[in-house]
């Protein structure tokens, strides 16, 4: 491989920039035409939805008309007080008591009443819905409740995926994803995601999100907060099961076997194999556009690296870059992430390993570098470390790159960020982002 990082380099951004322009122009201008947009649901299913409402409008199933289905029980969950009250939803905090503040049907719900939702509902050609919203007037939480009721249990499993979707293509500015579990014993099947927004210099607003099903019925649990680090899921977790058993007494739906609990698991992601999506990476300050991804070049690293896939013998490797094409920065801001796969898991660490010396040792070889480990990753199936390197080369010039690199298997993740003007992240921030793209990289092949 041939090229490095001594330098700013933009025409690649800059073509990934006009590039997105020309996507989103041209999206712009099929919904202009009252074109139907077609929405891709987990599972390989393919709804269309009118982009100016269509079955999305009061008038359809969604506003409560029971008379409107076309299969199921059209009866299934008719009254609100199915839904979760104030008393249930204890679980949610320790402190404080909660309040329903509004509840609303098909016919008066909101566009938007959980993070990242994308259009008012997940099955526009469904039975009905049901949103109630909450409040903690002692600790200022809030939470929500969505359920939605499909005219089967396939149609229920669609809009399933398609709320999954959402949360993991979320493109809300400031918003990232933090965590993420798989959930047993919570209906069919199930997940909750953690999102996080900054609020100031060691405040975030957390959204903590369930998704699961039971028979016909979707539902979303969504509790918000405000501290210094991510919660836990337990109380969602267990405010959700209380909410699906009040649906399955009812309809006689599933809620689900065994021990209740969330383990850590990834979102699906409709990026390329192996990488981020774009949910996954921080929160900029004076940034507030969403990331994309585009493919990018894989190169040899900054004077520090000295990486050669090929003499390491990688039997595959591939690039990605995420820009953020609508902010107004350089040509030079973005991240590139490469994922490796060797022969080995042996092999893979071997060249971690190299590429950690080389990094380390680079104020000692090279005169113009400073180097600083900025921090290690050393869990049971990732392994790494990440810098910042900073690069006088003479007349004023000087570039700080972010970089790292970990092993995951027998997979290498290699991270480079350029440093610049307002355009940092915290130290903490690039090592947690390293652990992801570690993660991520278990489905390259």
């Given amino acids: 491989m041939s090229g490095s990082h001594r330098a700013p380099r933009g025409g690649g951004r800059a073509a990934a920039r006009e590039a997105r322009r020309q996507q ?8 202009g035409a009252g074109a139907a947009v077609l929405v891709l649901l987990g599972g390989g299913g393919i709804a269309a939805v009118n982009a100016f409402g269509g079955d999305d ?13 076309k299969g199921g029980d059209k009866d299934q969950l008719a009254d609100a007080k199915v839904l979760i009250d104030g008393p249930a939803a204890k679980s949610l905090s320790a402190t404080g008591s909660w309040a329903v503040a509004t509840t609303a049907d098909g016919s008066s719900a909101p566009d938007k009443s959980f993070v990242c939702q994308v259009q008012r509902f997940a099955d526009p050609a469904g039975v009905r819905t049901w949103v109630r919203t909450f409040r903690n007037a002692a600790t200022k939480d809030s939470a929500v409740q969505y359920v939605e009721v499909s005219n089967d249990t396939a149609a229920a499993a669609k809009s399933y995926s398609t709320i999954t979707t959402w949360l993991s293509q979320c493109n809300t500015p400031q918003v990232r994803l933090v965590a993420s579990y798989t959930t047993q014993g919570l209906g069919d099947r199930g997940l909750i995601a953690v999102f996080g927004q900054p609020t100031g210099s060691k405040s975030s607003k957390f959204r903590t999100v369930s998704v699961t099903t039971a028979g016909q019925a979707t539902m979303v649990l969504e509790h918000d907060t405000t501290g210094g680090t991510p919660p836990k899921p337990d109380a969602v977790l267990a ?13 006689g739906a599933n809620c689900g076997t065994g021990t209740l609990a969330a383990k850590p698991g990834l979102l699906p992601s409709t990026e390329a194999a192996g990488f981020m999506a774009p949910i996954d990476l921080p929160v900029l300050a ?37 820009v953020v094409p609508e902010a107004q920065a350089p040509t030079e801001f973005g991240l590139d992430a490469t994922v490796a796969k060797f022969a080995s898991p042996a092999a893979a ?14 104020a000692k070889t090279t005169s113009t570098a400073t180097v600083k480990s900025t921090g290690t990753l050393a869990l049971s199936t990732v ?15 000087v570039f700080t790159f972010r970089i790292g690199i970990a092993g995951a298997g027998d997979r290498a993740v290699y991270l480079l960020y350029p440093v610049l003007k307002n355009l940092d992240i915290t130290d903490s921030a690039f090592t947690e982002i390293l652990g992801r793209a570690a993660e991520r990289s278990a489905t390259f092949k």
Avoid at 297 to 318: F, H, N, Q, W
Avoid at 349 to 361: E, M, P
Wanted: glycine share 10%; aromatic share 6%; hydrophobic share 30%.
């Fill in 383 to 397: 392994k790494g470390e990440a810098w910042k390197a900073t690069y006088d080369t003479g007349g004023g010039k």
């Fill in 349 to 362: 660490s071997a060249f971690v390993l190299q590429i950690r010396k080389n990094v380390d040792g680079c």
């Fill in 239 to 251: 405010t959700a099961s209380a909410g699906l058993k009040r649906i399955c007494a009812e309809t």
């Fill in 24 to 31: 989103s122009r041209r999206r712009n201008q099929m919904i």
């Fill in 57 to 69: 409008s009061p008038g359809d199933a969604k506003a409560g008309n029971p008379d409107d289905t």
């Fill in 286 to 322: 004076s940034i507030d556009k969403p990331w994309v991804s585009v493919p990018g070049e894989v190169r040899s690293g900054t004077l520090c690296e000295k990486i050669d896939l090929k003499k390491a013998k990688a039997t595959k490797y591939k690039t990605q870059t995420y």
